[in-house]
């Protein structure tokens, strides 16, 4: 090609570095190496955090001179060290060059990653909470339920600001994301702003979008509202008319995560009520309903009237099921209440029991299912089906997904899967946890080859499953790469290194955490971007441009915040550092517990201990270090609880 020129970011390890001549070599995920070429207009940084503040502490060597290329060069770039370059490709002929604009160091220190400091995602995670409860309520951090009731709105323009002339609809499921990001701030900051906004979040959205069922057993949940008015049946293009699963389904994040803080008997039973709508109404289960098919799971969608799953007014959607409707129960919910339950918690252990047996019989069912109806028959395609018809036939001609993959469901599989291996174990069921990782691990694999940019890094978006031309991966749209999918690489990849000490998994990790870092902050703003371009470059046109849309909100940026601290403390902890992390409860007294839950996320047996307790600032001096479930003393008022973890060496 002739007189060819493109911007290229490049990620990969230092191979070779000759300051005299202006050059250093990366060696890509690939194999390829590239020879980067520098000159006086080449500049060099370290990574920043969302915050923006400078991190540059790279020792300047003695006599350094600024404007010397090569003093630059034995300064800033060494052999066997990760790092990322934005720079210009040119191709003339059979002459090639690439020649490096800009080069971002991840550390001031050799092997000292700052993402795996210990206060980087504590930062991160403050810094998004505040910035939301800025764009929301000002500098009014005195929250009533009518503050939220007047000041949430799903769209934000990308300042943080209501869109102007656009829609002021309130969703319910991005409410309650926005409830899971705050809990998430609070477990791990104990600032009493998060929390203050996560309970009145919660109360809010009880109130305005909870419909009960006439004998109380059953809870469904509204779309949203607009200007004061209830929208029942979801109002997203994909779901028009209906109420999803996956809607209902998300109703539970945030009040999940705050269950874990409080273990409110209130906010649990409308848990347990919105639970028994899936099971009694969504669940194909023939031995309930004998006009259902009985092949199992949970259908995707209900008819508004009917409340069926089967209607021809569902059109597209009438009796599937799909990846939302079996395995986002695992994330959303299912895991946080098993968290908070399980050991029974007294002294409501006979009360709370039978709701247990259910959640742990749910985990049970739809974790079979991933393993056993997802995956391709054809061994050759490295991607699960996510679209089914009653009978787990995949539906490979539904509206836009047809045959495609989204890289980022294949690896939330693997990071959710993994987390339930370790469950099982901790029960001591090694068979189920081990068919379980076989499918983690093959998915972790396959997408490191055929999900993963080995080019730049960060997480593609649609594939299609069976790419044409002999092509290794074939987009249907663009080489792009999502916010919420980049998380699910991070997460995957650290509690596949946690579970196997494969240090393959730890790089993938590690880069996954680099291309998150470098390019998803929006530092001018204090966001997240929702999309970038394959070279990291926000795309920010139409609904991409905004800060709290349907899939956004306080959810998947707080998420990755909060298990990424813990799965690095727990996992990966840097040798000059401890890899202990504290969390923070506040058990809510009404409730009169004797006993709080306080394992931070599905860990397996030997991985972390209980350091250290302290209620009201008051540390314990008698501590159970292998228990996770902390005696509360009976007292009145409210009870702030810290509990420092340590991870247990191997």
Not at 81 to 98: A, F, H, P, R, S
Not at 251 to 260: E, P, T, V
Request: hydrophobic residues 35%.
């Amino acid at each position: 090609m002739q007189f060819f020129t493109q911007n290229v970011v490049i990620m990969g390890v230092v191979t070779r570095v000759e300051p005299s001549e202006h050059w250093f070599e990366v060696q890509l995920r690939t194999g390829d190496k590239i020879r980067c070429c520098a000159d006086m207009t080449t500049e060099f940084g370290v990574l920043t955090n969302i915050d923006g503040l400078n991190r540059d502490r790279v020792p300047t060597p003695p006599g350094f001179n600024d404007s010397d290329v090569a003093a630059k060069l034995n300064k800033y770039v060494k052999a066997d060290v990760l790092i990322v370059v934005d720079g210009i490709y040119q191709e003339n002929g059979e002459t090639q060059w690439y020649d490096a604009r800009y080069v971002h160091l991840l550390h001031s220190n050799t092997g000292r990653y700052l993402f795996e400091d210990t206060h980087w995602w504590l930062d991160q995670i403050t810094h998004l909470g505040d910035t939301w409860l800025k764009d929301l309520f000002g500098e009014n951090l005195d929250f009533r339920v009518t503050d939220f009731s007047k000041c949430y709105r799903t769209n934000l323009n990308i300042t943080g600001l209501p869109d102007a002339g656009g829609d002021p609809v309130q969703e319910m499921a991005t409410l309650s994301r926005l409830i899971y990001g705050f809990s998430s701030a609070y477990l791990l900051t104990g600032a009493r702003r998060f929390f203050l906004a996560a309970q009145i979040g919660v109360e809010y959205q009880r109130e305005a979008f909870r419909s009960l069922s006439h004998d109380d057993q059953y809870a469904f949940w509204a779309f949203g509202k607009r200007n004061g008015k209830v929208i029942v049946p979801s109002e997203n293009e994909d779901d028009r008319g209906t109420i999803p699963l996956y809607e209902q389904i998300y109703a539970l994040a945030g009040m999940a995560q705050y269950f874990r803080i409080t273990g409110d008997w209130e906010v649990l039973e409308d848990i347990r009520r919105t639970v028994n709508t899936f099971n009694d109404y969504y669940l194909d289960d023939a031995s309930k309903d004998p006009s259902r098919p009985g092949y199992g799971g949970y259908f995707s969608h209900l008819d508004y009237a009917t409340m069926r799953p089967d209607v021809e007014s569902l059109q597209h959607n009438q009796s599937r099921k799909n990846w939302n409707s079996i395995g986002d129960h695992i994330p959303a919910y299912l895991i946080n209440v098993i968290l908070a339950l399980d050991p029974l918690p007294e002294p409501r252990a006979r009360e709370l029991a039978p709701f247990l047996e259910t959640c742990k019989r749910m985990l049970d069912e739809v974790t079979r299912l991933i393993v056993e109806k997802f995956p391709d028959l054809d061994p050759s395609v490295p991607y699960v089906n996510e679209r089914f018809f009653a009978d787990w036939t995949p539906d490979h001609k539904w509206r836009w997904q047809q045959n495609r993959a989204i890289v980022g469901h294949n690896l939330k599989i693997a990071w959710n899967l993994t987390r339930v291996a370790n469950y099982y174990d901790a029960a001591g069921d090694r068979a189920k946890a081990e068919q379980l990782m076989n499918l983690a691990l093959r998915l972790g694999d396959k997408m490191a080859m055929f999900g993963i940019d080995p080019i730049r890094g960060g997480c593609f978006d649609a594939v299609e499953r069976e790419p044409k031309d002999r092509r290794p991966v074939d987009f249907p749209w663009g080489n792009t790469k999502d916010f919420w999918q980049q998380e699910q690489a991070v997460l995957a990849y650290l509690i596949l290194y946690g579970r196997t000490k494969e240090e393959k998994y730890l790089q993938l990790a590690r880069e996954m955490a680099a291309f998150w870092n470098l390019f998803f902050l929006d530092r001018d703003r204090g966001g997240i971007y929702f999309r970038t371009m394959e070279n990291g470059l926000p795309y920010i046109q139409g609904v991409y441009g905004t800060k709290g849309s349907h899939s956004m909100s306080g959810y998947h940026a707080f998420e990755i915040n909060y298990l990424a601290h813990l799965y690095i403390r727990a996992y990966a902890p840097l040798g000059h550092s401890s890899g202990c992390f504290t969390l923070y409860f506040r058990p809510d007294r009404s409730s009169n517990l004797r006993s709080f839950n306080v394992l931070p996320d599905f860990f397996a047996p030997g991985k972390v201990k209980v350091h250290g307790i302290s209620v009201n600032g008051v540390g314990r001096s008698t501590i159970n270090h292998d228990s996770f479930q902390v005696p509360l003393d009976e007292s009145a008022g409210d009870v702030e609880l810290a509990v420092t973890f340590c991870p247990i060496p191997e």
